[in-house]
T-cell receptor, first 111, second 113 residues
Framework: SQTIHQWPATLVQPVGSPLSLECTVE??????LYWYRQAAGRGLQLLFY??????ISSEVPQNLSASRPQDRQFILSSKKLLLSDSGFYLCAWSVSVGPQHFGDGTRLSIL | GENVEQHPSTLSVQEGDSAVIKCTYS??????FPWYKQELGKRPQLIIDIRSNVGEKKDQRIAVTLNKTAKHFSLHITETQPEDSAVYFC????????????FGTGTRLLVSP
């Protein structure tokens, strides 16, 4: 069966520091991968999606970037974090037109 | 682009009652509508989904209905239990080879024993 792993689970970073969140999927090939952000008490905002290695589409212009160096690996990065980057970051996967399944998320706090 | 509105934002019911959450979407090309349940601090979990070629789908105490003409869909939970308490999100997308889901703002359901 397919599983998705996200780490770290929680992260506290100072303003201006870099960021790297990682997501990996097991048990499937060529998944579609997604990064979402959820602000406290709010809905899910799609940040990036990828349909294949090296293929990244951005939904929201901001100081975040994403990369997909391997088929089942998706990385969310920032060179300099802002206070507004705080939130719950969720990675998700799907195959073809199947449903999206979410990882356990990373709770990011910016100080 | 697609816009999904969800109501109510909060819903309180007594255990055993039914709960209904409604969503409307704007893009008539949308044809896939999933519902997710998110418990506090946890990941959203898919509980049921419906595609535009059907009007209703049931899974035990949960059902979803779709009215394509009116562009709205609803989640129905019967015989609610305290463990149904969570935030529920609806979403919509077009089947274009991958899903670009647009989510509603969520409904916080509280089931009191």
């Amino acid at each position: 069966s397919q599983t998705i792993h996200q780490w770290p689970a929680t992260l506290v970073q100072p303003v201006g520091s870099p960021l790297s969140l990682e997501c990996t999927v097991e048990g499937t090939s060529n998944p579609n991968l997604y990064w979402y952000r959820q602000a406290a008490g709010r809905g899910l905002q799609l940040l990036f999606y990828s349909v294949g290695i090296g293929q990244i589409s951005s939904e929201v212009p901001q100081n975040l970037s994403a990369s997909r160096p391997q088929d089942r690996q998706f990385i969310l990065s920032s060179k300099k974090l802002l206070l507004s980057d705080s939130g719950f970051y969720l990675c998700a996967w799907s195959v073809s037109v199947g449903p999206q399944h979410f990882g356990d998320g990373t709770r990011l706090s910016i100080l | 682009g697609e816009n999904v509105e969800q109501h109510p934002s909060t819903l309180s019911v007594q255990e055993g009652d039914s709960a209904v959450i409604k969503c409307t979407y704007s893009d008539s090309a949308s044809n896939y509508f999933p519902w997710y349940k998110q418990e506090l601090g946890k990941r959203p979990q898919l509980i049921i989904d419906i595609r535009s070629n059907v009007g209703e789908k049931k899974d035990q105490r949960i059902a979803v209905t779709l009215n394509k003409t009116a562009k709205h869909f609803s989640l129905h939970i019967t015989e609610t239990q305290p463990e149904d308490s969570a935030v529920y999100f609806c979403a919509a997308s077009k089947r274009t080879g991958f899903q670009k889901l647009v989510f509603g703002t969520g409904t916080r359901l509280l089931v009191s024993p």
